[in-house]
């Protein structure tokens, strides 16, 4: 490396005509300049320069030398631009980790649009509902909804999302549209908390309630679909129903109340990211934007 950086000083003397507008050109003293090609010489054996105070020639040496390592230094710089660009250009496969129903019901066509712009990615997606450990598994990025528990990991903020109240038509047809948070009480709630309790506000105040059923389940895809089926009161995030509430399979239920918002991370192991996460997570941060 130390020869072709000696090299492609040589060139630059040669173009410049002399040490002094090629030491300007590389950006280092004239004397350093001029020390490095001596040492060049020395080390291969020829008289490549002809020095006066005024000017530098080549030597017939130093001339066939020229031709060469031009052609060497140029075909080195090529190369490195070369590598650079192709470092540069997203390829290769990305393992992300989702959130199974936010990645199914919206996060779907965002990676499907992100996939058409970069073809040379492929992707591997893992939607198992257990948080993976980015320091041992082989993970580019994790999407998660609220905070990491390992401070240790780098957590990029995307998105936040706010939960509303939602149930069917025919739910509360049977059973009545609930006119405060208290009457909340009285309703089949559809839950994936264990403690039982909903925490609400409607900008003035916060009130929490005490929530039960008949269902206790841990997946959210279920509790959708249980709400779609007349079988309670949800609170649940519209990011995550958005299909149900255009086809008016849910309806949302005391509208100027919602739950306490959750922001979804992009996280990393580290912040030394390859251009196919970089790009990734950059295009999430401006569509969920």
Request: hydrophobic content about 45%; overall charge neutral; charged content about 25%.
């Given at each position: 490396m130390e020869l072709l950086n000696d090299m492609a000083l040589f060139v630059e003397v040669v173009k410049a005509k002399g040490f002094r507008g090629a030491a300007e050109v590389m950006g280092m003293p004239?004397?350093?300049?001029?020390?490095?090609?001596?040492a060049l010489e020395k080390a291969i054996g020829l008289r490549l320069l002809h020095r006066t105070t005024r000017k530098v020639e080549l030597t017939e040496a130093g001339q066939i030398y020229f031709e060469r390592c031009k052609r060497i230094v140029d075909e080195a710089r090529l190369a490195h631009e070369q590598l650079g660009d192709m470092l540069a250009q997203p390829s290769?496969?990305?393992r992300v980790s989702l959130p199974v129903d936010f990645a199914i019901t919206y996060l779907a066509p965002l990676i499907a649009e992100f996939a058409g712009l970069y073809p040379g990615i492929t992707f591997d997606l893992?939607?198992?509902?257990?948080?993976?450990?980015l320091v041992s598994e082989p993970f580019?990025?994790?999407?998660?909804?609220?905070?990491?528990?390992?401070?240790?990991l780098i957590a990029r903020p995307l998105i936040t999302l706010v939960p509303y109240l939602y149930a069917s038509p025919r739910y509360l047809e049977v059973a009545g549209v609930?006119?405060?948070?208290?009457?909340?009480?009285?309703?089949?709630?559809?839950?994936?908390?264990?403690?039982?309790t909903w925490t609400l506000n409607n900008g003035a105040q916060t009130l929490s309630v005490a929530v039960g059923?008949?269902?206790?389940?841990?997946?959210?895809?279920?509790?959708?679909?249980?709400?779609?089926?007349?079988?309670?009161?949800?609170?649940?995030?519209d990011e995550i129903i958005v299909d149900e509430l255009r086809n008016g399979q849910l309806r949302r239920v005391l509208p100027?109340?919602?739950?306490?918002?959750?922001t979804v991370y992009a996280v990393t192991e580290t912040r030394l990211l390859p251009a196919k996460t970089q790009r990734f997570i950059e295009f999430l941060r401006a569509r969920l934007a």
């Amino acid at each position: 490396m130390e020869l072709l950086n000696d090299m492609a000083l040589f060139v630059e003397v040669v173009k410049a005509k002399g040490f002094r507008g090629a030491a300007e050109v590389m950006g280092m003293p004239n004397s350093t300049l001029s020390r490095r090609i001596s040492a060049l010489e020395k080390a291969i054996g020829l008289r490549l320069l002809h020095r006066t105070t005024r000017k530098v020639e080549l030597t017939e040496a130093g001339q066939i030398y020229f031709e060469r390592c031009k052609r060497i230094v140029d075909e080195a710089r090529l190369a490195h631009e070369q590598l650079g660009d192709m470092l540069a250009q997203p390829s290769g496969v990305l393992r992300v980790s989702l959130p199974v129903d936010f990645a199914i019901t919206y996060l779907a066509p965002l990676i499907a649009e992100f996939a058409g712009l970069y073809p040379g990615i492929t992707f591997d997606l893992d939607l198992s509902p257990r948080r993976v450990d980015l320091v041992s598994e082989p993970f580019d990025v994790a999407i998660r909804i609220g905070e990491s528990e390992n401070s240790q990991l780098i957590a990029r903020p995307l998105i936040t999302l706010v939960p509303y109240l939602y149930a069917s038509p025919r739910y509360l047809e049977v059973a009545g549209v609930p006119d405060t948070p208290s009457d909340l009480e009285r309703h089949q709630c559809l839950n994936i908390l264990r403690d039982g309790t909903w925490t609400l506000n409607n900008g003035a105040q916060t009130l929490s309630v005490a929530v039960g059923g008949r269902f206790m389940v841990n997946s959210v895809g279920l509790l959708r679909r249980l709400a779609t089926l007349d079988q309670g009161i949800v609170l649940m995030h519209d990011e995550i129903i958005v299909d149900e509430l255009r086809n008016g399979q849910l309806r949302r239920v005391l509208p100027e109340w919602r739950g306490k918002a959750v922001t979804v991370y992009a996280v990393t192991e580290t912040r030394l990211l390859p251009a196919k996460t970089q790009r990734f997570i950059e295009f999430l941060r401006a569509r969920l934007a």
